[in-house]
């Protein structure tokens, strides 16, 4: 048996002193002071208390690389929840490319078993209407799925009403095409 690797110690007065760690104002005593209002932010966006204490930890150890380039300690509770929220916009951007992995696994094992043509095929409008860019797929999606009026869809996405009509126009032209297509695969085989 190996014998164990020689502990350092650190005696608590080095700990303490000339660390911002420990200091009054220190990152110890801003986290007591913000996790509860963290957690409680993450929690509302994720609707999982587990996922907001992880996102919570993670946000302070992105925080704590940063604390001495704080310029302004009242600055820290702004920028703990600006790192949540990027943190979780960040996980919903890795759920969106699971998730679109999986749906196109799921597809895949499915297209063998497609009983009902109807199912399949809102199944694969559905699968292009996912594939459209994002600003085209939310105009479509607003317009038709919403029934929102051209005005409304334009005052949604932030753009004129021509770039709504045109972003609609071209996502509807994009879906006809892609269906139409894949439309004539299925009565080719």
């Not at 048996?1 to 200091?23: D, K, L, N, W």
Request: net charge negative; charged share 35%; with cysteine.
């Amino acid at each position: 048996m190996e014998p164990e690797p020689p502990m350092i110690e650190v005696r608590e007065a080095e700990r303490t002193e000339g660390s911002p760690e420990r200091a009054p104002g220190g990152l110890a005593e801003l986290y007591e002071r913000h996790a509860g209002a963290a957690i409680g932010l993450a929690y509302l966006l994720t609707g999982d208390r587990y996922l907001a204490e992880d996102l919570v930890q993670e946000a302070f150890v992105r925080v704590a690389g940063r604390f001495r380039h704080l310029r302004d300690a009242g600055a820290f509770e702004a920028y703990l929840r600006r790192t949540v929220v990027n943190l979780f916009t960040s996980q919903l951007r890795r759920r969106r490319v699971e998730r679109a992995y999986l749906e196109r696994e799921a597809s895949r094992a499915t297209a063998a078993l497609q009983e009902n043509p109807d199912v399949a095929a809102r199944d694969e409008l559905w699968r292009a209407v996912q594939r459209l860019p994002e600003r085209q797929r939310a105009a479509v999606v607003l317009r038709y799925y919403e029934d929102l009026t051209e005005r409304e869809v334009a005052s949604l996405l932030s753009c004129s009403t021509a770039a709504a009509k045109s972003l609609i126009q071209r996502g509807t032209q994009a879906l006809r095409a892609d269906v139409g297509a894949d439309m004539d695969e299925s009565e080719e085989r």
